[in-house]
């Protein structure tokens, strides 16, 4: 997503149209959301591959820790992705009460790229859950 951009000439080479995703505060709010969610995920690696190695109910605590954080992600990333999901929708179907026309007729590529991107971040969130599941029954189960 923080890539794409694409650039349409109109009647002329001096007149272009161009859609990049920092025109719109929703796609920032998505890559900056998709960044800080991906820095903790490499930052809690090890900590997580810890309490895999670790058997002990020594690190209980860290691992509620863990836990809550990797709540805070999902739901960050949640936001930056449904946030991003509405302007996509907008940006294929429009909007005729408001007067917002349908532009990926014109900017296919930037619909494409943007819209494969959102696909990755749900299924993102989908991995989320399922960690989220697996480290509560890790939590109780280690008491």
């Known amino acids: 997503m923080g890539t794409t951009n694409e650039t349409l000439p109109f009647f002329t080479q001096f007149i272009q149209f161009k859609a990049q995703y920092n025109d719109l505060p929703s796609f ?45 992600m999902m739901a960050l990333l949640t936001a930056g992705a449904s946030a991003a999901a509405a302007v996509v929708y907008l940006a294929h179907k429009g909007n005729a009460r ?5 532009i990926c007729q014109q900017f296919n590529s930037f619909c494409e790229r943007t819209s494969a991107s959102l696909i990755g971040s749900f299924i993102g969130i989908v991995v989320f859950v399922l960690l989220l599941i697996l480290l509560s029954f890790m939590a109780i189960s280690r008491r």
């Open 28 to 72: 920032t709010f998505f890559v900056i959301a998709n960044a800080v969610v991906s820095a903790y995920l490499i930052l809690s690696l090890p900590l997580s591959i810890y309490h895999i190695v670790r058997t002990t109910s020594s690190a209980r605590g860290s691992r509620i820790i863990l836990i809550f954080l990797d709540a805070a």
């Open 98 to 102: 408001a007067n917002w026309f349908a």
